[in-house]
């Protein structure tokens, strides 16, 4: 399938108590002048997503930082405009892993993202935090982000500024965390 | 991994009832606003600490004496604005050694360092006091800081004048542990001049003190060299042996 043009081209509306429920496979999202596909929040059961191309959009996905983990490698994410994934601050509360894309993961929101669950990091992966943000590992959460000497993990702040107060990629292990670092 | 422009790159939150655990290996931590890594208190659980670069942040290291020992060698501290391993109080209560790294240990609190456990300092450590501070080694504690006369170890004050810190004591320490050689002590004696030194003793007959001072320099106190609270008969057994002492104000021992 392809769907072209939109401002949104694949959007989700979602609720807790009325999730929205969907599967994409081998489909194109590209032309939007916004995003090629919108994960509204962690409500929305992504049955599958699978060898999917998100080109050609002004940003090729924006998902609740629960839901990045059903982004896969098989799909191609490059070749947009602003070529990250757009991620939104919301608990990660189910363990998961972040792959290796084509693009990095920009964690857009200002804001403390709490790790509440495994969360594994695969090699290579790249994440880029916004001014204000951080990433907090609580007693029920874990990182483990194992990198390679040919592809490490790079965790950076959007602006490459050491002015107090400005971009914060800060990692913040907490009780009971058991967590990996490498 | 590669972690960056943080205020405190890696940092924990942990108490003795909910530790947090973590192992950090061949990371390089860098650009931090203010640390490269915080470890908030003695109850973080680092598994291992391995092969990790901590450079050109404000400064590399902030952790409490208690874990000071897991911090080795094969990892690069230097290259920072304030190139120090920032120590603060919390009493040794392990085991441990601290290592020779590629910058200067940093007691930045203005308190006693409590030494409860055997603690071995290896050759060429530089340890910088802070006013104020003080190491005492207690009756379940040791402290062994063997140098060579190529790579001493030093004891300092942050400030190069006489009684800037407290010095290191013996509080009713009887282990044979307790060995100074080849090490230089200065600046410290603060206190009373006539019962304060760069190294003091507190003894009783029941419950000694005992160390030894051998082939290193004692200078710069602000009261004695050493200072011997009483002799064998009071319970403090001191070997002073082949030290060169000067400008110490109340005298040599």
């Not at chain 2, 450079?55 to 290291?61: A, F, K, Q, S």
Request: glycine residues 8%.
């Amino acid at each position: 399938m392809t769907v072209e043009y939109g401002v949104i081209n694949i959007g989700t509306v979602s609720f807790p108590s009325d999730p929205a429920r969907l599967s994409i496979r081998n489909t194109v999202s590209r032309y939007a002048s916004d995003l090629g596909i919108y994960i509204y929040d962690s409500s929305v059961q992504l049955g599958s997503f699978e060898n999917n191309t998100l080109t050609l959009n002004d940003r090729p996905v924006s998902l609740p930082a629960e839901t990045v983990g059903m982004l896969g490698s098989d799909s191609r994410y490059s070749g947009n405009t602003d070529d990250r994934i757009h991620v939104f601050d919301q608990d990660i509360v189910t363990a998961q892993t972040w792959k290796k894309l084509d693009v990095p993961y920009y964690m857009q929101d200002g804001s403390r993202y709490d790790i509440d669950a495994a969360l594994i990091i695969e090699a290579g992966v790249l994440l880029e935090f916004n001014s204000g943000s951080k990433l907090q590992i609580s007693s029920s959460g874990s990182l483990k982000a194992i990198g390679t000497m040919a592809a490490p993990i790079l965790f950076t702040g959007l602006e490459k500024t050491r002015v107090t107060g400005m971009a914060s990629s800060f990692i913040v292990v907490t009780a009971l965390t058991i967590s990996w670092i490498m | 991994m590669t972690v960056e422009y943080g205020v405190i790159n890696i940092g924990t939150v942990s108490f003795p009832s909910d530790p947090a655990r973590l192992s950090i290996r061949n990371t390089v931590s860098r650009y931090a606003s203010d640390l490269g890594m915080h470890i908030y208190d003695s109850s973080v659980q680092l598994g291992s600490f391995e092969n990790n670069t901590l450079t050109l942040n404000d400064r590399p290291v902030k952790l409490p004496a208690e874990m000071v020992g897991v911090l080795g060698s094969d990892s690069q501290y230097s290259g920072n604005t304030d190139d120090r391993i920032h120590v603060f109080d919390q009493d040794i209560v392990t085991a441990q050694t601290w290592k020779k790294l590629d910058v200067p240990y940093y007691m930045q609190d203005s308190s006693r360092y409590d030494v409860n456990a055997a603690l071995i300092i290896d050759a060429g450590v530089s340890l910088e006091f802070n006013s104020g501070s003080k190491l005492q080694v207690s009756s379940s504690g040791s402290l062994m800081a063997i140098g060579t006369e190529t790579d001493p170890v030093l004891f300092t004050g942050l400030e190069q004048v006489p009684g800037y810190w407290g010095g290191i004591e013996f509080y009713r320490s009887n282990s044979t542990d307790n060995q100074l050689d080849y090490v230089i002590v200065e600046y410290a004696g603060a206190g009373d001049p006539l019962s304060s030194g760069n190294i003091t003793s507190v003894c009783f007959p029941s419950t000694p003190t005992r160390f030894s001072v051998t082939n290193s320099v004692i200078k710069d106190s602000f009261g004695w060299g050493v200072y011997r609270y009483g002799g064998e008969s009071d319970g403090c057994y001191i070997t002073l042996t082949n030290n060169t002492y000067s400008n110490n104000a109340s005298g040599d021992f």
